[in-house]
């Protein structure tokens, strides 16, 4: 794709750019322009003064000599070979000004007819070859007609021009980088909505938020809403796909369980081996769900579980199961102490585990938890029954293996609790315990404190 | 001892069924959660199994029902559902028990038997009155250390008056937990029972209350 990296501020940027430079340009023109006309205009009313001051003082003989009654050089004619000059064409004679210095005026051809009314005007060389601007007129001297030409140096409207025009230039280029500036500015300022969405976006990816703030610029919602949606309807279709796996899984549960009773009451000789059979089947359907439900998480998961709560619960629930033990069930657990896990699969792990705790413990069970270096927690879970051999470790945590196929106990619950672990990027470790029994930790990671966005904060 | 068995399998309600009863269980079976909320508000039980999927009311919901009726029965919950997350939530709703399918018969009557035992106040599994002794986890009475052979409507009578011994049992509670709901009940036949218990265990350990019911003593009362 052409434009798949295009940076939009380097097209705002270079698009403003280029129509600043053309704005600053066409106004250096048409100001050069004006200015020009201006400095023109000046000069020829300079000429058209003295040519009626020559007019006026133009005498004619009969015999149609011209004179001038009277010093016909003010300033800045008096200056000798400056361009500044003058010069009347009579019948007979033609009078000059002194600062042509006895040179004579090379008139250029009339661009147009000189006309009576208004000096005409024209552009030639000088007689030292100097560019000069003419004024002609032709008036009328008693009876005679003669032609007043008044000249100024083409350098008496360059240079003040140049000089307009360099100072129009500075303050335009001026302008055109404190629009440049303006605009880089507004390019930063508009786009950082951007930016924030970007982190926003990044948020929900990390679990800090379950969406994408609505507080955003008008432009920018519909994009907003439309991301929520997609976060609505994947966490929809993982929702839907983790339900209908577990409804297979609980659909082929019942007849596998009439199966069973059906073998115990009238299996005969085969009895417990096809009843070994059943439950192979059984392991098989719990590990491949809870394998299911484990495929679901990819990536950083934006759950998070406060543990406390759900060891509360569990324990709760163990104490029932396992009333005739009369366990004395002690934990330690921070209360705002969270994993970044879903809620369901630290259930699971968690259940896993103090169900073992319970099954082989004597009359005691203890949990504590604590986060290390601020970016997993651990929890520890002890009791004192008989334990487990440190060869006999390896063996448990395997899938599908028992250490006695006959009681039920440890071997389900083990492994799939250290493959979820692992998948959350956590890790499950058996040791002794100095209780006597079984020390088991379980390691997941902290699930990051959750911005106070919509209604999914954590509870207190 | 009589069971609710609330299942909407066919098929494993009758496994489950034919094999409590062959425990000595006398068992009801409500096909749905409606039938099932129904019996256990209005029929006595010692205990009720229930599952979670339940056609029309969802087991979780009978449960809260019965329960803010005030119905105290121990409850086990037998599903497909083994995530920790539904058995929490189904021990929120008032269970006493839980166990996942496939579930071996003999720990579901192993459970049954000690939720029964419990909800009657006894926390050891043995129970003695004067010289019978009844061991309600393998469900096998004693009289003077040697087996006693009953048959299914004594061994539930005889239970029955065990786990309330020294109390008067009304009549109409036995009848209610000895036969099974779609039984025809005799009345006349629970005083033949009684009257062969008392052939087996001695005549002075259950005492007639007149107009009420029976009630078990040691004997040296």
């Not at chain 2, 399998?9 to 425990?23: G, K, P, T, V």
Request: some cysteine; overall charge neutral; charged content about 25%.
């Amino acid at each position: 794709m052409k434009f798949k990296h295009a940076s939009l501020s380097r097209r705002l940027l270079v698009g403003a750019g280029v129509f600043i430079a053309l704005a600053l340009v066409a106004a250096a023109l048409v100001i050069g322009f004006v200015l020009h006309r201006f400095i023109q205009g000046q000069i020829d009313q300079r000429l058209d003064t003295q040519i009626v001051f020559l007019s006026s003082m133009l005498t004619a003989e009969d015999d149609g000599v011209i004179a001038v009654a009277g010093n016909a050089d003010g300033p800045p004619f008096d200056r000798a070979a400056r361009g500044w000059y003058w010069e009347v064409v009579g019948p007979r004679n033609v009078l000059r000004s002194r600062s042509l210095e006895d040179a004579s005026l090379d008139v250029p051809k009339f661009p147009r007819p000189p006309h009576e009314v208004r000096p005409a005007p024209a552009d030639g060389p000088g007689p030292r070859n100097e560019a000069l601007h003419f004024r002609i007129q032709q008036v009328t001297v008693g009876r005679n007609a003669a032609t007043i030409i008044v000249s100024a140096p083409r350098t008496a409207v360059r240079g003040p021009l140049r000089e307009a025009m360099t100072t129009l230039a500075i303050s335009l280029a001026v302008l055109g980088l404190a629009l440049v500036l303006a605009i880089v500015l507004q390019v930063r300022l508009g786009l950082r909505p951007l930016e924030r969405l970007r982190q926003a976006v990044a948020d929900v990816r990390t679990g800090r938020s379950e969406r994408v703030p609505a507080e955003q610029p008008l432009e920018i919602l519909p994009l907003v809403s439309e991301l929520n949606g997609l976060l609505e309807q994947n966490a929809a279709n993982l929702e839907r796909a983790r339900r209908h796996v577990a409804n297979l899984a609980h659909g082929l549960k019942t007849p596998l369980a009439t199966l069973a009773i059906a073998l115990s009451e009238r299996g005969g000789d085969a009895t417990a081996e096809l009843h070994s059979l059943v439950l192979l089947m059984e392991r098989r359907i719990r590990h491949h769900l809870g394998r299911a439900r484990a495929a679901a998480l990819s990536g950083p998961t934006r759950a998070q579980t406060l543990i406390a709560p759900h060891i509360d619960d569990v324990g709760n629930v163990l104490g029932k199961i396992y009333a005739d033990k009369r366990i004395a069930f002690a934990q330690n657990v921070p209360r705002d102490l969270a994993v970044a896990c879903e809620q369901q699969d630290f259930d699971e792990m968690l259940g896993n585990l103090l169900d073992n705790a319970f099954r082989w413990a004597r009359n005691k069970v203890e949990i504590h938890a604590h986060h290390e270096d601020g970016r997993m927690v651990s929890i520890v879970i002890e009791d004192d029954g008989p334990g487990l051999r440190q060869d006999q470790i390896p063996q448990v945590l395997r899938a599908g293996e028992r250490i006695d196929e006959s009681a039920p106990g440890f071997g389900f619950g083990l492994p799939i609790t250290r493959e979820l672990a692992e998948l959350y990027g956590g890790e499950l470790n058996l040791d002794p315990s100095v209780l006597g029994g079984l020390r088991v930790m379980l390691r997941l990671p902290l699930a990051v404190k959750r911005l106070l966005i919509g209604d999914n904060a954590i509870p207190d | 001892m009589k069971v609710l068995l609330v299942e909407d399998d066919r098929l494993f309600a009758q496994e489950i069924a034919q094999a409590l009863r062959h425990e000595n269980f006398a068992v009801d079976i409500a096909a749905n959660g409606e039938d099932g909320q129904h019996l256990g508000e209005t029929e006595a039980y010692d205990a009720a199994v229930l599952d979670l999927g339940l056609p029309k009311i969802n087991g979780a919901v009978v449960l809260r029902a019965w329960r803010k009726k005030g119905r105290h029965l121990p409850v086990l919950i037998l599903t497909a559902r083994d995530g920790w997350t539904d058995k929490v939530d189904g021990f929120k709703a008032g269970a006493d028990d839980y166990l996942t399918k496939p579930v071996r018969i003999e720990e579901l009557v192993m459970r049954l038997r000690a939720l029964v035992r419990r909800s009657a106040g006894y926390a050891e599994p043995r129970i003695t009155c004067g010289p019978l002794t009844f061991d309600a986890q393998t469900g096998v009475f004693e009289l003077n250390g040697l087996p006693l052979r009953l048959t299914a409507l004594e061994w539930r009578v005889l239970a029955c008056l065990t786990l309330r011994k020294n109390v008067v049992v009304e009549r109409s509670e036995l009848n209610d937990k000895v036969y099974e709901g779609d039984a025809a009940v005799d009345s006349n036949s629970l005083e033949v029972i009684v009257a062969r218990l008392r052939r087996k265990i001695g005549h002075e350990m259950i005492e007639t209350i007149r107009g009420r019911g029976y009630r078990l003593t040691s004997g040296d009362l």
